[in-house]
């Protein structure tokens, strides 16, 4: 099982970014997926996740009604629509999986981690 994430960048306060990951291995179509990210010198945050069908997703507080997780069960990716972006939401952004069909929003369920891409965001 392979993630690998794409897509950051340096962005603008109130500006929009569209994070993918690209997942390579068995089940795809089958397991929970999540995004977590991670600011200098804290600890690695929920995001969002999303469940096997799609139906089913959940977001972190700071980022409701700003951010939208999807996914492509035939293009095997999940994707993160950032907009309204705050410079509070500068980190690296990782996609996990829990190799599983539950979802959570506790980093110790997830098996599986992408490397991160970094956003910026600028005041």
């Known amino acids: 099982v392979q993630l690998q994430a794409f897509g950051g960048g340096l962005v603008q306060a109130g500006g929009s970014l569209r994070l993918s990951c690209a997942y390579s291995g068995r089940a795809f179509s089958t397991y929970a997926l999540g995004w977590f990210r991670q600011a200098p010198g804290k600890e690695r945050d929920f995001v969002a996740t999303?469940?096997?069908?799609?139906?089913?997703?959940y977001y972190a507080d700071s980022v409701k009604g700003r951010f939208t997780i999807s996914r492509d069960n035939a293009k095997n990716t999940v994707d993160l629509q950032m907009n309204s972006l705050k410079p509070e939401d500068t980190a690296v952004y990782f996609c996990?999986?829990?190799?599983?069909?539950?979802?959570?929003?506790?980093?110790?369920?997830?098996?599986?981690w992408g490397q991160g891409t970094q956003v910026t965001v600028s005041s």
């Open positions: 999303i469940s096997w069908t799609g139906r089913i997703t």
């Open positions: 996990a999986t829990t190799g599983s069909i539950s979802t959570s929003s506790d980093r110790n369920d997830y098996e599986y």
